[in-house]
Each structure stands twice: as C-alpha cells, then as structure tokens.
C-alpha cells in the first residue's frame, strides 16, 4: 500500500537548474571578482556531482588542484556557496521559476488522499523553503512531513543516505514509499535505499541512463501536454501517455511489486 511520496526538489519539482542556480553561481563568482562562468554545458557536466558545495569544490580542484587542498578553500567554497544561495533565493522570491506541469495537482491530490509528503534533497534547505514558499505559499513547508535537505546526512546522493533517513522519519517501510526523481544519480539513491522510483526526466537529464525504475516519463503531464514514457504492465515496461495521478502510482506500485492492483 502505498503511504507518501519522497519528493526531490531541482529538476523535479521545479526546472531550478539551468535558470536558477547556474545563475545564481555565476552571480556569486561575479560578486568575488572571480573570471569563471559556468555555461549551460559546463553545469550539466557538473551535476554528476551531487551538493552546491561539493560541486565548487570539484570545479576548484579541476581548476588549481593545489589550491584546492589548502584549509582556506573550504572556507571559501563555505563563502561563496552562501553567496549563490543569497542569489538564487532573490530569483526564486521573484516568481521567475515555477512548479513543473502537473506536480501541484499531484502534491494536492496526494495530501487529499492522506498520503505523507517527504523531501528528499541535496540542495540546502533555505533554497528547499523559498521555492516551496514562492510556488505553493507561505504554508507549504508544511505540506511536508519530513523534509531532508542539505547536510542532513554526510553522504550526498547517489548515497541512499538520505532516503534511509527521511523513510526513517515517516516511520514507513521502503515498499510504502515511492520516490519522485528527474536524475540518474537520484533514481540510484532512492533505489539503493530499496524504494520504487517514478523518473520524471528534466532538461538536464533527458539522455541519462538510469538503475531499473518503476516509470520513465518525460514529466507528470497536463491536459495540454500529456507526460509520455514507459511504465509497469503485465509484461514488462510498456509505452504510455498521459496524465500522472493518484490511481496511476498506485496502479504502478502494485504491478511494480508483483502484486494485484488496489485503487
């Protein structure tokens, strides 16, 4: 029976990545005097690193791997990854970016049905709260039970560490848990912990190969824009367009776990 959705936050609930927290960085490169600038290719390559703070630190040592080990640089990754969060709060209190087609209907027809709502994130949990609060309202933060942000745990995804946690929180067993990712890295996370995991792939994971996934789509859907991808049946993985809700996850979950469908 499935009892709450885990949802990740960039690139799943909101398409935070390219607009957001590219920018965001390069606001705060620019505001330290510092000639770097992340492209949108550049960016990409580095979300195979999970962490705001854990990806500076990467770009450093790829830049001056000598200055990189220095006890100061971590001072200033710490320093400029409290500038780029600054930043990239600024641009989402602004409404500049919004929830993905389909994940407010989906987040409310989940609460409505007493399903737990939990966040399982690496970004930090002011940029967690500002997006939530700019998207859903001043209450949203509550919508969810639990929220895992940040350094919750020592282990960033693809680490299961967070997932164990959060489930933990809920006080649910893996199988009552599905997770809602856009990533490879993030599927490989929740699927270690031993959750199911609905793919909703975003701008930057389009080409990603992903661990064995419940469903693959290409997002939630809308009446407009129906999601497309392949989900659970009989036989194995099939085609299917549509939109994603309530009946569906649970229609998936059981066919996923073998066992017959309870809606």
């Not at 282990?155 to 809920?170: E, G, N, S």
């Not at 989900?231 to 099939?238: H, I, L, Y």
Request: with cysteine; net charge negative; hydrophobic share 45%.
């Amino acid at each position: 029976m499935l009892e709450a959705l885990i949802w990740d936050v960039d690139g799943t609930l909101a398409e935070t990545e390219r607009d957001g927290h590219r920018i965001a960085y390069n606001q705060a490169f620019a505001d330290e005097g510092l000639d770097w600038h992340w492209d949108e290719a550049t960016y990409g390559r580095l979300l195979s690193t999970a962490g705001g703070k854990e990806r500076l630190a990467r770009w450093w040592a790829e830049r001056d791997p000598g200055a990189a080990v220095r006890p100061s640089t971590a001072r200033a990754i710490a320093h400029l990854y409290a500038l780029k969060t600054a930043h990239y709060v600024a641009t989402v209190g602004r409404g500049t970016i919004g929830l993905r087609p389909g994940v407010h209907r989906l987040l409310v027809e989940a609460r409505a049905a007493g399903l737990q709502l939990a966040i399982a994130t690496t970004t930090s949990p002011r940029n967690v709260d500002a997006l939530l609060k700019a998207t859903l309202g001043e209450a949203a933060p509550g919508w969810f039970a639990v929220i895992g942000a940040g350094d919750a745990v020592p282990a960033k995804k693809p680490a299961p560490d967070i997932y164990h946690q959060v489930r933990t929180a809920l006080g649910l067993r893996a199988d009552q848990c599905l997770a809602l990712e856009d990533s490879a890295i993030g599927a490989q996370a929740a699927v270690a912990a031993g959750l199911a995991v609905l793919v909703t792939r975003s701008h930057y994971t389009r080409d990603e190969t992903l661990p064995p996934v419940l469903a693959d789509l290409d997002g939630l859907g809308s009446p407009e824009r129906p999601a497309r991808g392949w989900v659970p049946g009989d036989d194995g993985a099939r085609p299917w367009q549509g939109q994603v809700d309530l009946p569906s996850l649970r229609r998936w979950c059981a066919a996923w776990a073998g066992l017959p469908a309870v809606v």
